[in-house]
């Protein structure tokens, strides 16, 4: 069982600045840990980080056909990228959208996330251990959908 886990604008910076918002792990220990229990529960993991829109959109292009799901943060991007909901829609693969923060308790323009509907569901305020809960809730649908 493959799975993407795909993070969107700036948050290769996690771990180095605003830790009292977004914890003090850095993208690549979430990454690991997150692997970690992926391993533990039979499945493997393929990360990926881009700045750039049109970069998530080629990797969500080419990696989609060959994974079983996608776990994404897709940072900003969550509150207006239609280009970033179209390349998640049109993988047809069951999706987490995954949020450090609770984006529901914070300002008002991150309220709204433009992927939210489209996904199997949405995991916010659970800092890192998000990703986990993700995953594990993931996997254990796609096993379940394989039996
Ligand atoms: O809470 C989340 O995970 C967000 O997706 C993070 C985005 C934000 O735009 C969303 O509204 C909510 C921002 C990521 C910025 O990441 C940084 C990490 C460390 C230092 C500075 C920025």
Do not use: C
Request: net charge negative; aromatic share 6%; charged share 25%.
């Amino acid at each position: 069982m493959r799975i993407l886990l795909i993070n969107g604008p700036n948050l290769n910076l996690l771990g180095k600045r605003q830790p009292g918002i977004y914890g003090s792990l850095t993208l690549k220990e979430i990454e690991e840990r997150t692997a970690k229990r992926a391993a533990e529960l039979g499945a493997e993991v393929r990360s990926f980080q881009s700045n750039h829109e049109g970069e998530i959109v080629d990797f969500i292009q080419k990696e989609a056909e060959g994974a079983d799901g996608i776990i994404i943060n897709p940072g900003a991007f969550t509150h207006y990228s239609l280009a970033v909901r179209d390349a998640i829609e049109g993988a047809g693969k069951p999706t987490i959208e995954v949020h450090i923060s609770n984006i529901h308790g914070r300002e008002e323009f991150r309220h709204h996330s433009v992927v939210a509907d489209i996904a199997m569901g949405q995991v916010s305020g659970l800092g890192w251990r998000g990703y986990v809960a993700a995953l594990e809730a993931l996997v254990g649908f796609l096993q379940e959908r394989n039996q």
